[in-house]
């Protein structure tokens, strides 16, 4: 019994690890993990990547094979086991961009880039929140040969941005107990860098309402190849704009889609709660790319 509690130890240690940072750079592990939702915003910017030149393109679910789940034709084609897809789950982490090149097992961002898009019920150790604004991620290196297709998987979260700075409450009670749904324009920046200078590919695409803080995962991809040839990606920026969040028929989306400047003037002695949205980012895969 004791050898297998043993076990069962190294077990439980191996998966918060996996799933944690892969910390080769000092990062606190407990950055961005915080129990006040309004403090786990990742708003990192990268000014290389400011006055690029930008080419728009609106993916199209049937010219760009867009996905949205791990069910759908477009995905499990890339499949060499098309029976893989019942698992509805799956991410095959052999493909991760950590097992790709070990320049992506450094800092905060790995959590994106290690084939954990869950973390037992330590799901934040797991992921990136982002806001409408989202972030930058500049790559130690640069793609030498283009990615087959990409692979992003996210919800949708509401929580109260006003829980640290206002009277506290249990922790159950900074989300909203409505049973919502939300859509977005999802836009997903490539910056390309050559003679010194970058450019960027933005390519934006309308995902379908989804819920919001109930595990309604969207696994989101799309064919990259000889139509978005990303061999001289040096980055890449997430963010989305939010359509519409509804409570059943009802239209909510101005009272769930605060910012933190809505805070201002408030009476930090209310019982209010102010909500904000948030995208919350678990595994991003360039399949089948490499780097130098």
Known sequence: MKSVSKCLLVLSSLLVTSCGYRLKELYNSNDYNSIYY???YVRTKVDDFKGASRKEIKLDQE???VFTSLSNPHYTRYLSDPDQSVYKHLFDKTISMIQID????YGMNSKLFDGWWECGSH?????IQIDEDGFDMKFEKQCRQRPDYLILSFQSAIGDIRDKSFKQYNA???YPKENLSCEVTLNIDFYLLENNKYSCISCSYDIEERKCNQLDFVFFGFELGDKINLSLCKGVSISYKIKSIKNGEEDVTEKYNHKMEDLEGLDKNTSEKVYGHALWLYEFYLANSTWH
């Open 102 to 105: 070990d320049s992506f097992e």
């Open 38 to 40: 309004s403090e786990n």
């Open 63 to 65: 010219d760009n094979y």
């Open 172 to 174: 159950n009670e900074r």
């Open 123 to 127: 799901n934040e150790k797991a992921r």
